[in-house]
């Protein structure tokens, strides 16, 4: 199967990056991909936090999600759809959620980031807290013959969180992110051949990669990792489209010359 991460620099005004999205997800699709992840946020890049608040969309209905329901029908691809806001119980605090649709326009299932941001170096703040509600089930889902597990951007620095989505193990982990460039510079490349050596799986990371509106410079470097953790694709800044071959035989091949999936400890026998 051949996927791809799309990479964006996106803005404060929502049509604008619902047509880039668009303009991108059809070149991967033209370009043979089969499964396509957008980035974090890839809806809007507001100029502050609570700009999420202005343009969340209820749980199953508005442009946001049909526009990603019509992309994959359109396109006939498995869409992971990096994340956007949704209302939730919290009228203070949105969900950033991911959601995930089907060849056929259906919402397969929705991931809502369980960690949040946080980060204070001095020069730059975060607090995703401010005015994001933390999701708390981990999630995976099947694309054909493929499992897929879900994770956000600051999930990738919690690897618990990826073994819970191994039982069975996961033919590919998801991480769609908008990584600060200090943060990502430092450990965004790292981690994420970690999470692939560790769980002996292909990893797309589709990332905002770029100066903003609001003046926050992502890291970008969307890519895609195979399970011995060798970059396969990458796309160090701007907008642009990361593919690459996903090989069920060489994940095998992995798993059977070093077993470490097998060699786990304290897991209980019927999760392993």
Request: one cysteine or more.
């Amino acid at each position: 199967m051949k996927i791809a991460a799309v990479q964006m620099v996106s803005t404060p005004r929502v049509a604008d990056n619902l047509a880039a999205a668009r303009r991108l997800v059809a070149k991967a699709a033209a370009e043979g991909a089969q499964l396509v992840a957008l980035p974090e946020y890839f809806c809007v890049m507001g100029r502050s936090d609570r700009d999420k608040l202005e343009v969340a969309e209820q749980p199953g209905t508005g442009a946001i999600q049909q526009t990603l329901a019509d992309l994959a029908r359109e396109h006939g691809i498995w869409l992971i759809g990096g994340t956007l806001p949704l209302k939730s119980v919290d009228p203070d605090r949105v969900l950033n959620s991911n959601c995930v649709f089907s060849p056929d326009g259906t919402l397969v299932v929705r991931y809502d980031k369980i960690h949040l941001f946080k980060y204070d170096n001095g020069r730059e703040r975060y607090d995703e807290g401010n005015a994001i509600r933390a999701g708390t089930v981990p999630t995976t889902f099947q694309a054909g013959p493929l499992k897929v597990g879900l994770s956000v951007c600051y999930d990738l620095r919690f690897p618990e969180l990826y073994r819970e989505l191994m039982h069975p193990p996961c033919d590919l982990i998801s991480v769609p992110a908008a990584f600060t460039y200090t943060t990502g510079l430092a450990h965004w490349e790292l981690l994420l051949r970690a999470r692939a050596v560790e769980n002996q799986c292909y990893v797309i990371a589709a990332a905002q990669g770029g100066t903003h509106e609001n003046g926050r410079r992502t890291f970008g470097h969307s890519m895609v990792i195979d399970p011995w953790g060798k970059v396969l694709n990458v796309l160090a800044e701007g907008e642009g489209v990361v593919l690459a071959d996903l090989d069920p035989a060489l994940t095998a091949s992995v798993r059977l010359q070093l077993p470490a999936l097998e060699h786990r400890r304290g897991v209980p026998a019927a999760l392993s």
